[in-house]
């Protein structure tokens, strides 16, 4: 019994899909916001506006999969907020912009923070990429 024990954590188990909105998702995909915020050099501040699909996978750590949207707010960023839900999104116009983000995630369990193995947003007006270096 020990034997397969060993051997299923040494097989890291295929991505499955989880709730949209579980706790860690949503950590997840404002702490990409708050990276995108930081190496953007838009005038505005940018929060998740909706997640597509969030998936999980096990494998020495926990990785996170995750497919979100994240969109222009009302709020400048020369005003330093981090409460991003104080911010409101753009109305419709020529402000509004969004961008469609595919993040990798991993967390080790046993180690302080998280790595991010990828964040790439693409805006939804073109299939222009902003990628943003790895952390």
Known sequence: PLFLFVTTLTHPSSPYDISRNAAAVQQAVLGAAHSFNSQSNDAFLF??????????????????IVDFQISRTVCPKRNRTSDLDRCHLQPPGRLAQTFRCHLELWLIPWKPGRETLELLCRST???RPASLPRH
């Open 47 to 64: 929060k998740p506006s909706a997640v597509v699909r969030a998936q999980r996978q096990v494998v020495r750590g926990i990785r996170y």
């Open 125 to 127: 007006a073109s299939c």
